[in-house]
């Protein structure tokens, strides 16, 4: 699968394990920077990787920042892209078997190295369902972007 990855400096130590872990996966990682622990704005990196998906450059992305919240709040400016925190197993599937999610965003204050990568494993293995009450609760979500 073709992976777009990006951080701020807060998630800059976590992405850079990261990319190199899907790279060994046998993933396509495409690293969006930051490429330093640096202090840089979170918005930036987010809506690469969120670009990255909607120019089919990228299958899925993933945004890592201190929380994980400021990544997902932009990432999800952009119209297409639905993007979501998981510090769960649970959700990591759930948001893409129901929401189709296409942005993973995570946070490096909030979870260690073992548990992203679990969570990145389920959720580049989860598929949408396409179940009717999913597909029109989305055509919802893509009325309300206008």
């Known amino acids: 699968m073709r992976i777009a990855v990006g ?13 190199s872990w ?4 046998g993933h396509a990682v495409y690293d ?4 330093t622990s640096d202090p840089v704005d ?6 690469s990787v969120a670009q990255a998906v909607l120019d089919g450059r990228a299958d899925r ?12 709040v932009a990432a999800n400016k952009l119209r297409g892209i639905r993007a979501a925190v998981a510090h769960d197993v649970y959700t990591a ?11 993973l965003c995570l946070g490096s204050r909030v979870i260690g190295v073992a548990l992203a990568e ?9 598929t949408f ?4 009450r999913h597909v029109r609760r989305l055509d919802k979500i893509r009325a309300l972007e206008g």
């Open 7 to 19: 951080s701020d400096h807060a998630g800059y130590t976590l992405k850079e394990h990261l990319a």
């Open 22 to 25: 899907l790279a060994e996966s």
């Open 32 to 35: 969006l920077g930051t490429h």
């Open 42 to 47: 979170y918005p930036d990196y987010a809506a």
């Open 61 to 72: 992305g993933i945004v890592v920042c201190g929380s994980g919240a400021g990544a997902a």
């Open 93 to 103: 599937h759930q948001m893409v078997e129901h929401d189709d999610v296409n942005v």
């Open 118 to 126: 679990d969570l990145i494993e389920t959720f580049l293995e989860a």
């Open 129 to 132: 369902s396409r179940e009717d």
